[in-house]
Antibody, heavy 118, light 108 residues
C-alpha cells in the first residue's frame, strides 16, 4: 500500500519561500498516477494547489500558479512543492496526495503544518 | 471554475439517527467525477466515495453516495459515534479541482 510523508520547515518568514518534499513509499512514483498537493488553513476547508506527473507535466491552481512550482525526482521517489512570496495567508497544513488513475485522491500524507511568521 | 456548495454547514444529530449531506455544483460535474471525504480532527481526509456513488474499500455500507449533474448527496444511516466528523465533497473532473467548504456532523 502506498504511503506518503511530507517534510520541510514548519516556520517560514513572510516574503520567503515555502519548500516541502513528499516521499512516496510502497510503490514507484513513476506509476501512471498524478501526485498532488492540497492545503488546509487552520480551522478552514481544503484547497487544491496543483499536481505533477512523473514525466514532469504539471497543472496548477490558477489562484496560486504565479507563486508555485512543483517538481519530481523519480530516483528518490519523491516530489516537491515550492511556493514563493509567502504571507500569513499561506499558513496551513499541507498534504501530499496520490491521485488515483480515475482522478480521485485515494492516499494522503499525514500533513505538515507550515506557519508563516517573522 | 466549478464552485461546490455544501449544506448544511453544521448538522447536529444523535447516534442511531440518519444524516443526509448535500453538495451542489455551480455547473454540471463531468462524468459525475465527485468524491466525498471524511476528516476527523488532526487527521488527513479519508476517501469515502468516488464517481458519486462508488464506495471506497473498507467503508461501511451504512454510508451511501448518490446524485448526478449538479446535485449530490452523502447519506449515513444509523449514525455511529465514530461518524461524527467533517465531510467534504470534491470535484475532480475538470481542472481547477475544487472542494466544498465542508459539513460538520456533530453529536447532539
Amino acid at each position: 500500500q502506498v504511503q506518503l510523508q511530507e517534510s520541510g520547515p514548519g516556520l517560514v518568514k513572510p516574503s520567503g519561500t515555502l519548500s516541502l518534499t513528499c516521499v512516496v513509499t510502497g510503490g514507484p512514483i513513476s506509476d501512471p498516477n498524478w501526485w498532488s498537493w492540497v492545503r488546509q488553513p487552520p480551522g478552514k476547508g481544503l484547497e487544491w494547489i496543483g499536481e505533477i506527473y512523473h514525466s514532469g507535466n504539471t497543472n496548477y491552481s490558477p489562484s496560486l500558479k504565479s507563486r508555485v512550482t512543483l517538481s519530481v525526482d523519480t530516483s528518490k521517489n519523491h516530489f516537491s512543492l515550492n511556493m514563493n512570496s509567502v504571507t500569513a495567508a499561506d499558513t496551513a497544513v499541507y498534504y501530499c496526495v496520490k491521485v488515483n488513475t480515475r482522478g480521485y485522491y485515494d492516499f494522503w500524507g499525514q500533513g505538515t503544518l507550515v506557519t508563516v511568521s517573522s | 471554475e466549478i464552485v461546490l456548495t455544501q449544506s448544511p454547514g453544521t448538522l447536529s444529530l444523535s447516534p442511531g439517527e440518519g444524516a443526509t449531506l448535500s453538495c451542489r455544483a455551480s455547473q454540471s460535474v463531468r462524468g459525475n467525477y465527485l468524491a466525498w471525504y471524511q476528516q476527523k480532527p488532526g487527521q488527513a481526509p479519508r476517501l469515502l466515495f468516488y464517481a458519486a456513488s462508488s464506495r471506497a474499500p473498507g467503508i461501511p455500507d451504512r454510508f451511501s453516495g448518490g446524485g448526478s449533474g449538479t446535485d449530490f448527496t452523502l447519506t449515513i444511516n444509523r449514525l455511529e459515534p465514530e461518524d461524527f466528523a467533517v465531510y467534504y465533497c470534491h470535484m475532480y473532473g475538470d481542472s481547477p479541482y475544487t472542494f466544498g467548504q465542508g459539513t460538520k456532523l456533530e453529536m447532539k
